[in-house]
């Protein structure tokens, strides 16, 4: 593996991300499920440089989030076999059996089968998937919030694992009560590890300032690279 490193730039008003690697031409990607602006650049060409080649070819890049901005972001699933679904961070294969038992998700090797009976409706069978989900998102968090708690130096008084639009994670710093998305059960543990030690470095700083980079970076130094992912998508490209 070559060695990447990252920095992220604002090109009237677009965040570009900028990874530099061991490659001979500078390449500009337009990524779903979000429009995120990716360049893979030479190691030798600098900040400068890459500002000017988004800025030549910003009418494109433009047109290119736009498109995704327009889309739905999750291509709508029909809960059918054969479809992949996320869990941890890994692809799994949707096997429906029908039969006559309790409705339920059984993982096997690289398929989540699931068990439903006849005639059981798109959301009745998307049900089945976001319980599970619940479930073992909440067994995960359950041992990631007291490792955690031990990396900051913090107690949280409660938490709770609920289906946001908008938000990985959030926090009331009175009650110190923290708010996980049901989402991140498709997302791996790293990175569900981060957004625990975002919410719980929260606790001692409100804003995304430089007193909170700081606790991140001496708490997780790898932060960036696990929220960049997190944030990435490529996942959700089926
Ligand atoms: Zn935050």
Request: glycine share 2%; net charge positive; with cysteine.
């Amino acid at each position: 593996m070559n060695t990447v490193n990252h920095s992220v730039i604002t090109v009237n008003n677009i965040e570009v991300h900028i990874d530099r690697k061991d490659i001979k031409n500078l390449h500009v990607g337009v990524y779903p499920p979000y429009g995120r602006v990716r360049i893979a650049a030479p190691l030798h060409i600098d900040d400068e440089a890459v500002r000017l080649a988004v800025i030549s070819k910003l009418s494109w890049i433009k047109k290119q989030k736009d498109s995704f901005e327009n889309q739905p972001r999750q291509s709508k699933r029909e809960m059918v076999s054969g479809e992949s679904h996320y869990f941890f961070g890994k692809r799994y294969l949707l096997n429906v059996i029908i039969g006559s038992s309790k409705h339920k998700i059984v993982k096997n090797h690289s398929k989540l089968e699931l068990h439903v009976r006849a005639n059981t409706s798109i959301e009745n069978r998307q049900k089945v998937l976001n319980d599970w989900y619940r479930e073992e998102l909440k067994k995960e968090i359950s041992k990631l919030i007291p490792k955690c708690e031990k990396l900051v130096n913090i107690k949280v008084n409660s938490w709770e694992i609920k289906k946001m639009k908008t938000k990985w994670g959030s926090c009331n710093i009175e009650n110190k009560k923290i708010l996980l998305n049901l989402e991140l059960a498709k997302k791996s543990i790293e990175n569900i590890e981060y957004i625990v030690v975002h919410e719980l470095v929260h606790l001692m700083e409100r804003h995304h300032n430089d007193n909170f980079k700081k606790l991140m970076d001496k708490f997780m130094p790898n932060w960036r690279e696990r929220r960049d992912e997190l944030n990435s998508g490529v996942l959700e490209n089926y």
